[in-house]
T-cell receptor, first 118, second 109 residues
Framework: GAGVSQSPSNKVTEKGKDVELRCDPI?????LYWYRQSLGQGLEFLIYFQGNSAPDKSGLPSDRFSAERTGGSVSTLTIQRTQQEDSAVYLC????????????????FGPGTRLTVL | DAKTTQPPSMDCAEGRAANLPCNHS???????VYWYRQIHSQGPQYIIHGLKNNETNEMASLIITEDRKSSTLILPHATLRDTAVYYC??????????FGGGTRLMVKP
């Protein structure tokens, strides 16, 4: 079946511009996560959506970053007034309803959006 | 959060077993250990997870020590396509994944 998809695959923008990154999770998955990965680094958690609950925004690095998830499916990550340090690969993941007895579920990752801020 | 420690890099000959160690001395008794890998320019891919018992699936085997302070991921017959960064992950508060530096496995012909 279809996996997690993200668009665009690459985005080049100028410093100060706003960008929107899109994630289409696997159908039926209740949880959706955004991470970013700078060159040669591990993943940095940004935000987590679970069903209709309020999102966990604890990883967002500044108020220039925001995300929404409409209808419990598609999510958009918005970065306002982009800075050069925002350049990274932005990864989205989704997971199904949490299994009983597990601390969390397997997460299925999309291919990422490579953002370059000039 | 359970902290994990892995060697930064390892080499393995094609066709041989790759044994990737991970220390997770702070993990508590009911916390799972998960392994993911990330092939260049792709998103991370789930491999396997375990709690106490050794686990095996079509991709790998996971050996967990009795005291649960360390584990080893085994790729029984490594191929060139297994070249990737392998992440051993303990649970974090909430449901996000906390990736450390991982082990960069290079499978050589």
């Amino acid at each position: 079946g279809a996996g997690v998809s993200q668009s665009p695959s690459n985005k080049v923008t100028e410093k100060g511009k706003d960008v929107e990154l899109r994630c289409d999770p696997i159908s039926g998955h209740t949880a959706l996560y955004w991470y970013r990965q700078s060159l040669g680094q591990g993943l940095e958690f940004l935000i987590y959506f679970q069903g209709n609950s309020a999102p966990d925004k604890s990883g967002l690095p500044s108020d220039r970053f925001s995300a929404e998830r409409t209808g419990g499916s598609v999510s958009t990550l918005t970065i306002q007034r982009t800075q050069q340090e925002d350049s990274a690969v932005y990864l989205c993941a989704s997971s199904p309803r949490q299994k009983a007895g597990h601390s969390y579920n397997e997460q299925f990752f999309g291919p990422g959006t490579r953002l370059t801020v000039l | 959060d359970a902290k994990t420690t892995q060697p930064p890099s390892m080499d393995c000959a094609e066709g041989r077993a790759a044994n990737l160690p991970c220390n997770h001395s702070t993990i508590s008794g009911n916390e799972y250990v998960y392994w993911y890998r990330q092939i260049h320019s792709q998103g991370p891919q789930y491999i396997i997870h375990g709690l106490k018992n050794n686990e095996t699936n079509e991709m790998a085997s996971l050996i967990i020590t009795e005291d649960r302070k360390s584990s080893t991921l085994i790729l029984p017959h490594a191929t060139l396509r297994d070249t990737a960064v392998y992440y051993c992950i303990g649970p974090s508060a909430g449901n996000m994944l906390t990736f450390g530096g991982g082990t960069r496995l290079m499978v050589k012909p």
